[in-house]
């Protein structure tokens, strides 16, 4: 196990691939000593390898285990002097379908590793937080977060109750001194995105594909280039939905039902109702 000596540091969950992985190689790169924790272990011993076992520490974490997480804290401060520069919320699942017909089972899972994982993260690491100076709490939320997204919906509810909770906690924890800030990127190329949507995926608009160093550098710039931003769109342009769909909900709403990827599968069910 590496020891961050004088060096800053940052605690990732989701660590073994996507916009985890590529966090934790922009931050190591930039000086940063990484604790890397994921359910993944082949990925986590890749991550290692890469960084240098110097340079790290990787455990295998499932958010949800609020003893273990701790546990996981408990070892990345025995590395670290008790300190905590960055905390990176970032592990997610993603299963989608409509929501009368997800197995209940199903819902408990995304709710429990977006949203409790998120909690247990924050909950626990707080005292690290405000022992640092100048530490941020950043989490990634999702453009899901602008709009209810039907065909994901019970992810897309996590993500605003992730987006809502940043908003307060960057009121409650500035009396520490403590940063809070989120991203909500659009169509990211990471594992947890579907064959299809990748293979569907639009060449331009908001809704392009988009690769995951993108929200790494976003996770960077939060903490080195502009400390009072709250919401970090990966790409830009997912702002604007942002702001749309707060002023004009039916409109979203309705744009979302006549153009939405699901669009045609609502249309059909509907027609099909109305003919029994």
């Known amino acids: 196990m590496g020891q961050a000596g004088d060096r800053k540091s940052i605690f990732i969950t989701g660590a073994a691939s996507g916009m985890g992985l590529e966090t934790a190689r922009l931050f190591s790169q930039g000086g940063w000593f990484v604790g890397g924790y994921d359910v993944n272990k082949d990925g986590l011993a890749a991550l290692e390898k890469e960084l240098g076992a110097e340079n790290c520490i990787v455990r295998s974490l499932d958010v949800t285990d609020r003893a273990d997480y701790g546990t996981a804290l408990a070892e990345f401060a025995e ?148 400390p009072e931003r709250l919401h970090w769109f990966v790409p830009k342009e997912i702002g604007d939905l942002d702001k749309a769909s707060a002023l004009d909900p039916e409109g979203t709403r309705d744009s979302v039902a006549s153009t939405g990827p699901l669009a045609a599968v609502i249309a059909e069910a509907k027609a099909a109702t109305a003919a029994e």
């Open 79 to 226: 590395a670290t002097g008790g300190k905590l520069d960055l905390l990176f919320n970032n592990a997610g699942i993603g299963k989608g379908g409509f929501f009368d017909e997800m197995p209940f089972e199903d819902v408990l899972a995304v709710v429990n590793v977006n949203l409790i994982g998120v909690l247990n993260g924050i909950h626990l690491a707080v005292d690290l937080l405000k022992a640092t100076p100048n530490s941020l709490c950043f989490t990634t939320s999702s453009s899901s977060a602008t709009y209810g997204m039907p065909g994901i919906a019970v992810y897309s509810a996590t993500k605003h109750a992730v987006k809502g909770l940043t908003e307060a906690l960057s009121v409650e924890l500035s009396r520490f001194g403590i940063r809070v800030a989120d991203t909500l990127p659009g169509l990211i190329d990471t594992p947890i995105l579907p064959d299809e949507a990748r293979e569907n995926a639009a060449t331009e608009g908001m809704f392009r594909l988009v690769a995951p160093i993108e929200v790494a550098k976003a996770v960077w710039a939060s903490y080195h280039d502009d």
